[in-house]
């Protein structure tokens, strides 16, 4: 989605002044345009901020420095809204822990700041300047993972004898009803997702991880394909060497949260995890894959 946003600049261009009928001069604002996206299999905010070099009435190539400099230090006032509008768990954007003073500005700028970016270049038309940035949802994940200790894990009073597995994955691709609602939804990705069981019992959140291990984050997203493969594992090299060879698979039976962020699982498979202390370990470990439509996986902001 593009956002074209006039920002008050507090100088003016000689050639961009004008006079008004008062006599006064007036001020071309430069307009300042935001494309920006999220890719949640590689965890990643995606912008590119341009300005428009006529609304600046910026003349090349004298003005290209200029408008290399205006740019650049507009990105931290465009970029504020996208992050503030990612989704932090099921009922929470980062705007609304802001709101809730969880957050504060200084915090917001600290999340915002690019992993990377390319330089400055022209666009083929050669009427803006643009810049291109990524910013780490796994940095902000870290960020916002504070607790210092793991809480406990509720252990089943009936446990069964279960397997050790060497990762959970979850597949929710599809549309799932939405526990409490008429309506159904594909699962929607967050930085912090819990799982539910078919009984609604809590089975795993960002508490009950272990914080120090887990500082570049507690979810792994990927599509289909990357769990279907013609291996002997049935997965790519990758998800082989984040989930192990012997995984616990698990189909999602429907999605909970005012945002349907959160899968929930047949309460048997939930059995299977909580029984034994190493599946136990994956929780703590985040060990957890969560397989959802690429429609959610990478999406406009």
């Not at 503030?84 to 915090?107: G, M």
């Not at 050669?126 to 780490?136: A, K, N, R």
């Not at 048997?268 to 996986?297: C, G, K, T, W």
Request: aromatic share 6%; charged share 20%; glycine share 6%.
């Amino acid at each position: 989605m593009k956002r074209l946003v006039l920002l008050p600049l507090f100088f003016c261009f000689a050639q961009g002044a004008g006079q008004s009928a008062n006599g006064q001069t007036a001020v071309r604002l430069p307009a300042f345009d935001i494309k920006s996206s999220v890719n949640w299999i590689d965890m990643e905010i995606r912008a590119q901020t341009a300005l428009n070099l006529a609304s600046a009435n910026i003349k090349l190539p004298a003005g290209r420095g200029l408008a290399q400099k205006l740019v650049e230090d507009e990105y931290l006032r465009l970029i504020r809204p996208v992050v503030l509008n990612i989704q932090v768990d099921s009922s929470h954007t980062v705007a609304d822990l802001l709101s809730d003073r969880e957050l504060s500005l200084a915090d917001i700028e600290g999340l915002s700041r690019p992993a990377s970016k390319m330089p400055p270049a022209l666009s083929k038309d050669m009427g803006f300047m643009q810049v291109s940035y990524t910013v780490s949802l796994k940095a902000m994940s870290g960020t916002l993972l504070r607790h210092t200790r793991p809480s406990p894990i509720r252990r089943p009073l009936s446990p069964v004898n279960a397997p050790v597995y060497t990762g959970i994955i979850i597949i929710a691709t599809g549309s799932f009803p939405i526990h409490g609602r008429n309506t159904a939804s594909l699962v929607q990705p967050c930085i912090f997702p819990k799982i539910w069981d078919t009984d609604m019992n809590l089975i795993y959140e960002r508490s009950m991880t272990e914080p120090d291990k887990n500082k570049n984050g507690i979810v792994k997203y990927v599509p289909e394909e990357a769990v279907f493969r013609p291996t002997p594992s049935g997965m790519d090299a990758g998800m082989e060497a984040f989930a192990g060879k012997n995984p616990l698979r698990i189909i999602a039976r429907g999605v909970f949260g005012t945002n349907p962020t959160d899968p929930i699982i047949d309460k048997n498979d939930a059995l299977l995890i909580l029984s034994s202390d190493e599946n136990i370990n994956l929780l703590r470990q985040a060990r957890i894959v969560f397989v959802l439509d690429p429609a959610a996986l990478n999406a406009s902001l």
